[in-house]
Antibody, heavy 124, light 110 residues
Framework: EVHLVESGGGLVKPGGSLRLSCAAS????????MSWVRQAPGKGLEWVGR??????????AYGAPVKDRFAISRDESQNTLFLQMNSLTTEDTAVYYC???????????????WGQGTLVTVSS | QSVLTQPPSASGTPGQRVTISCSGS????????LNWYQQLPGTAPRLLVY???QRPSGVPDRFSGSKSGTSASLAISGLQSEDEADYYC???????????FGGGTKLTVL
């Protein structure tokens, strides 16, 4: 069974940094694309970024609001996905979800399994 | 303002069939497949439909997706109380080079 567990959330001051982790199990992590999606309190879903699987090219891309401030990486020896968040603002306050990023037989992607999320609060 | 447009709310009684719409443009729904997610209160989203009309294993066939032009719909038949949740549509936008979501539809089972 696929299991994704996020950690690292918490309270951080504006301008600060935070690193989120997502521990993955139940599937071959090295073959999987992964993504981060966030949800501000009481709001809808917003894509943060994704890293394609190695077999899918391994490319990394980010959503416009976080480009140049956030960085996605992965450690395949630990089956863990990371999200390094810098220059945080109050607009980044949200629950951050880790998801698998799968490709179907036609080559189209979608967010498949989701973790339970970790809350990041940016406040002075 | 979300790139994909959904009605903020929908409702139905147990056993009824309800549909939730999602409207976009030629740069997203018109040329890219659409996915639907269900978010039960206090939980993480769950994939319901991918590639317009494909259901992952474990999703009941009461849930079905369809697409026509720049609009898509999620239909839920035989409505149950446990279907009360927020529903989101999502697609890749080729012009924005971004994944875009609808603002979500809160479904109430009366």
């Amino acid at each position: 069974e696929v299991h994704l567990v996020e950690s690292g959330g918490g309270l951080v001051k504006p301008g600060g940094s935070l690193r989120l982790s997502c521990a993955a199990s139940g599937f071959t992590f090295s073959n999987a694309g992964m993504s981060w999606v966030r949800q501000a309190p009481g709001k809808g879903l917003e894509w943060v970024g994704r890293i394609k699987s190695r077999t899918d090219g391994g490319a990394i891309a980010y959503g416009a609001p976080v480009k140049d401030r956030f960085a996605i990486s992965r450690d395949e020896s630990q089956n863990t996905l990371f999200l390094q968040m810098n220059s945080l603002t109050t607009e980044d306050t949200a629950v951050y979800y880790c998801t698998t990023y799968l490709k179907d037989s036609s080559g189209w992607h979608y967010f498949d399994h989701w973790g339970q999320g970790t809350l990041v609060t940016v406040s002075s | 303002q979300s790139v994909l447009t959904q009605p903020p709310s929908a409702s139905g009684t147990p056993g009824q069939r309800v549909t939730i719409s999602c409207s976009g443009s030629s740069s997203n729904i018109g040329t890219k497949p659409l996915n639907w997610y269900q978010q039960l209160p206090g939980t993480a989203p769950r994939l319901l439909v991918y590639a317009n009309d494909q259901r992952p294993s474990g999703v009941p066939d009461r849930f079905s997706g369809s697409k026509s032009g720049t609009s898509a719909s999620l239909a839920i038949s035989g409505l149950q109380s446990e279907d009360e949740a927020d529903y989101y549509c999502a697609a890749w936008d080729g012009s924005l080079n971004d994944w875009v979501f609808g603002g979500g539809t809160k479904l109430t089972v009366l």
